[in-house]
């Protein structure tokens, strides 16, 4: 059975029977592969399905000459992975800063505000003389807490372009802040 062509069918004519077969093979390996990352196995299951939704979804954008099936679904379930992760880590974040937000805060001195002002204008000053492309993906990334995978989408640009942008970006803007 070639899965490259039950994606194609599902792309083309919105195949149920076909993604029923990839749904049967692939959810249960994406599941297994998810709960040997350290997913717990509910989590690994609403991942395993989030990637296979996707699959269903974005099926029009599987290009065979650039991947196989197997590759690009396990690609979708480690994005999501990843995306989930994130999720989890600012859900936490959030919960922390809402904790500190109930402690009383002891005031910073003079200077380390001064300090602090510096540190963010220059960090400002070093964004400004990235390139527009280098500036948009570190914006949406650090400061909008926004996954790649959605900046991809949002920017209409593949995942690996997004990555490699932020990637040139963070070293350029380390060069920037060195000097």
Do not use: C, Y
Request: aromatic share 6%; proline share 3%; glycine share 4%.
């Amino acid at each position: 059975m070639e899965w490259a062509d039950l994606i194609g069918r599902v792309a083309a004519h919105g195949d149920r029977d076909a993604f029923r077969l990839l749904f049967e093979h692939f959810a249960p390996r994406v599941k297994g592969f998810l709960v040997k990352t350290g997913m717990t196995a509910d989590a690994a299951e609403e991942i395993a399905q989030a990637t296979l939704l996707t699959v269903w979804r974005k099926a029009a954008q599987f290009d065979p000459a650039s991947a196989g099936a197997a590759a690009w679904i396990f690609t979708i379930a480690r994005n999501l992975r990843i995306d989930s992760a994130r999720q989890a880590a600012r859900r936490a974040r959030t919960a922390e800063s809402a904790q500190r937000d109930e402690t009383p805060e002891v005031a910073d001195s003079p200077e380390t505000m001064m300090a602090r002002s510096d540190d963010v204008s220059r960090v400002e000053a070093a964004l400004r003389r990235l390139s527009e492309e280098q500036s948009t993906v570190i914006r949406m990334s650090f400061i909008e807490e926004q996954p790649h995978g959605e900046i991809a989408e949002r920017l209409g640009l593949p995942l690996g372009t997004v990555k490699s942008r932020i990637r040139l970006a963070m070293v350029r803007l380390r060069d920037l802040l060195d000097d």
